[in-house]
């Protein structure tokens, strides 16, 4: 039985599509070699420096950390990590800087970076963050208080902790240090599932307590204002008329306890 399938493409249609197939790879193969190079630059812009060190590689590194080597392989910058001479300084080398004098000396403090102890190496690849560092409100990283890896953790899985789909695991992060914020409330406010950056930016900002928003844009994203045909505005159902021009609506009086309350069910105190 000769069976053909149906709207069996034709010879001349099949040559045109695998021209524009090969097109498009090509097209593709340009973007990613672009995206790559972007990532090259980024990673030899400036290797930290030791006075008098060279690059060993991350093999050698596996010798005396081997847990911390085995679990890089999860971790976010091991991306970056490609094999042959980039190997050398874009592994655990891109962050605590040329091995040579810490290995030879097997291990002796002060021999290599530690950015527990300064920021400055993640900011030689991640500039914009000096940047955000410097605003008048920021976590006291620069006065050492406070560290890049207390929040991030650069050697295992999603460098931004609980990042991904789980906020509850980024506000644990939080938690580590400011309790009160915690609760467990009897009137949680809501907000907070959506993880503690939905109103603070946690590197730095020009508001006060690092806020987003320093008005009453903070609350409006989610709670929406309609206005009544008397000319009213509510917000939550509730009549907010003059309210809005009053303070910040977590202003005293107000929504004081914006992260959840005890008593009650409006966030007052
Ligand atoms: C010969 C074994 C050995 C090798 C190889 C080695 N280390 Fe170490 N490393 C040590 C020891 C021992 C310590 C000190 C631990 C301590 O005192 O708590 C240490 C400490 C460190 C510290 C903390 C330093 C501080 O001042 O806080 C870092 C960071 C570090 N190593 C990174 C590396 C990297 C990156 C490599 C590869 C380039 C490497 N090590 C290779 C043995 C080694
Ligand atoms: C993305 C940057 C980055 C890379 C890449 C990196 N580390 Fe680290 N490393 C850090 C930071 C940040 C700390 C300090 C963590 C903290 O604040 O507790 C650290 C701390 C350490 C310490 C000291 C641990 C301690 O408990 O005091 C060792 C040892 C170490 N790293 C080894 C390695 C090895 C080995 C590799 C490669 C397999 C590597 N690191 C790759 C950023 C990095
Ligand atoms: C050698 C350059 C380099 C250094 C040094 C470096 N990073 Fe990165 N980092 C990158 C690049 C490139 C990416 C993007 C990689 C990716 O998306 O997988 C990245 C990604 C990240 C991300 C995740 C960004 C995202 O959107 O998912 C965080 C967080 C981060 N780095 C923090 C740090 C911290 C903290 C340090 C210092 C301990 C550090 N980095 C040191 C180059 C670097
Ligand atoms: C107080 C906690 C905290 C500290 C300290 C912190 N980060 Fe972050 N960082 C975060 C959180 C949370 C996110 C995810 C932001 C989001 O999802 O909106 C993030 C995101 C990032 C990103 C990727 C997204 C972006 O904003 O570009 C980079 C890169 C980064 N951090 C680098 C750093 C570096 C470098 C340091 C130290 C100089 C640092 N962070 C210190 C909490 C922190
Ligand atoms: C390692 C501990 C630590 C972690 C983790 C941490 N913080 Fe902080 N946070 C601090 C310190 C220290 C201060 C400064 C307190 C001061 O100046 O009195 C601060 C200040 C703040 C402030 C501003 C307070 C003010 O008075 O301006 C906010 C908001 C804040 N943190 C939010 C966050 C968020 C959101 C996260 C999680 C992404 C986080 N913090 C993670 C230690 C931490
Ligand atoms: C709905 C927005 C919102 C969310 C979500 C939110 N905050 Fe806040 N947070 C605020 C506002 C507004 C203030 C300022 C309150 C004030 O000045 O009285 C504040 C203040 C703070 C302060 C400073 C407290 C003080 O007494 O000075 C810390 C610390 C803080 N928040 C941590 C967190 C943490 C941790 C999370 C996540 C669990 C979080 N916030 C989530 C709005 C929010
Ligand atoms: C990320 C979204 C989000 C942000 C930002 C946000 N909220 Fe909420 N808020 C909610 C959700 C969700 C609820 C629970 C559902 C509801 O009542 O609308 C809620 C409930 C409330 C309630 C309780 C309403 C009631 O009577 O039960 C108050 C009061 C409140 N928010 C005030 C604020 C204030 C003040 C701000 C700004 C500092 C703010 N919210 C920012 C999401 C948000």
């Known amino acids: 039985m000769n069976v053909s399938p149906p709207n069996h493409p034709s010879r001349e249609s099949l040559g045109r599509r695998r021209r524009r197939l090969s097109v498009l790879l090509s097209f593709l193969t340009i973007v990613v070699i672009a995206i790559s190079c972007v990532t090259v630059d980024r990673t030899v812009m400036a290797p930290p420096q030791i006075p008098g060190a060279t690059f060993v590689g991350a093999e050698s590194c596996a010798t005396c950390h081997d847990e911390i080597a085995k679990d890089f392989k999860t971790a976010s910058h091991a991306r ?15 962050c605590h800087g040329p091995g040579s004098l810490h290995v030879e000396s097997g291990g002796k403090r002060g021999t290599i970076i530690n950015p527990r102890k300064s920021p400055e190496t993640c900011f030689q690849c991640h500039l914009d963050k000096r940047g955000e560092f410097n605003l008048p409100h920021t976590h006291p990283v620069l006065s050492g208080k406070v560290s890049c890896g207390d929040c991030h953790n650069p050697h295992k899985g999603d460098i931004i902790k609980g990042g991904g789909t789980s906020t509850t695991a980024s506000e644990e992060t939080c938690f580590q240090c400011h309790t009160m914020q915690k609760g467990p409330f009897v009137f949680p406010h809501e907000a907070i599932r959506e993880g503690c950056t939905s109103c603070h930016a946690p590197h730095g900002s020009v508001n006060q307590k690092m806020l987003i928003e320093r008005n009453a844009n903070l609350c409006l994203k989610c709670h929406f204002q309609q206005q009544t045909a008397y000319g009213q505005i509510l917000i939550g159902g509730s009549n907010h008329s003059g309210r809005l021009n009053a303070g910040t609506c977590w ?12 008593v009650n069910t409006s966030l007052r105190f």
């Open 251 to 262: 202003g005293a009086g107000c929504h004081e306890a914006v992260h959840g309350s005890q």
């Open 80 to 94: 970056l990590m490609a094999k042959g001479e980039n190997a050398a300084n874009a592994g655990c080398e891109s």
